[in-house]
């Protein structure tokens, strides 16, 4: 099996040929086999999520129940409260390969800008995609004009182990995940459907990527945004039980 510093445009295309090959029933459901598709294709990821952003009143009742006990009885959470809703997990513990197992990442309330940048990680991978953070103080549409025509964002931390953001914290917060799996390189890619709806993955793997071999997979998820746009438009978002 070849790392992702072998990765070739045949290997993404490949993976991008799964991302389409099934006709999935729904947004879950494709989460779930872009995810198997990646994780399995390259012997360094130690884990691959995918995220949506939805308003907690559109997320089943066990993702806004952990979404409201993370918010911690503040009060501007509500129907109305962004989350950043984990759709799709695989990677090498059993608990990573189901998504509803989460006990950290399952529902995450955006409840304003500095809630947001209270999480370095998910602060940068918002940013760097080209999220409006300002937008979650106000409820306006947190998906830009980039977004919106189509650019995907890219999420790139060359080394997990020494990477820190402005204000000296680790942005792989996670020491004991960093330390004990060996996370080296992590990166993500995010887009936005045409209603502004916000799609992300995260990769996590072992070894050390370039930027340069990193930006070959943002592209991915232009074809699961292709893959899934009906079902963004129909709500069929989550898989039943």
Same mark, same amino acid.
């Given at each position: ?13 490949? %993976? ?33 999520? %995918? ?12 993702? $806004? ?82 977004? %919106?025509?189509?650019?995907? $964002? ?65 592209? %991915? ?21």
């Amino acid at each position: 099996m070849p790392t992702l510093n072998d990765a070739t445009w045949p290997d993404v295309e490949r %993976l991008r040929g799964a991302v389409g090959a099934k006709d999935p029933s729904s947004v879950e459901a494709a989460a779930e086999a872009f995810v198997g598709a990646f994780s399995t294709a390259f012997s360094d990821v130690a884990l691959i999520r %995918l995220f949506i952003v939805l308003p907690v009143a559109r997320v089943p009742e066990r993702e $806004g129940a952990f979404a409201a006990r993370f918010a911690a009885a503040d009060p501007r959470f509500g129907p109305a409260t962004r989350v950043l809703t984990l759709l799709g997990s695989r990677g090498r513990e059993p608990a990573w390969n189901e998504r509803r197992l989460s006990r950290g990442h399952l529902c995450i309330p955006l409840i304003d800008r500095k809630f947001v940048e209270a999480a370095p990680m998910i602060a940068k991978l918002l940013s760097d995609i080209d999220v409006d953070l300002a937008a979650f103080d106000d409820g306006r549409p947190i998906a830009t004009r980039k977004l %919106l025509g189509g650019k995907n $964002g890219m999420f790139y931390v060359p080394d997990a182990a020494t990477a820190i953001d402005a204000t000296g914290r680790y942005v792989i917060a996670d020491r004991a995940f960093v330390e004990r799996y060996a996370i080296r390189t992590v990166f993500g890619m995010g887009g936005a459907y045409a209603d502004g709806t916000l799609v992300t993955s995260v990769v996590f793997s072992t070894a050390k990527i370039p930027q340069l071999i990193a930006d070959r997979f943002p592209s %991915l998820i232009s074809n699961f945004k292709m893959a899934t746009a009906t079902l963004i438009e129909e709500r069929r978002i989550f898989s039943a039980g």
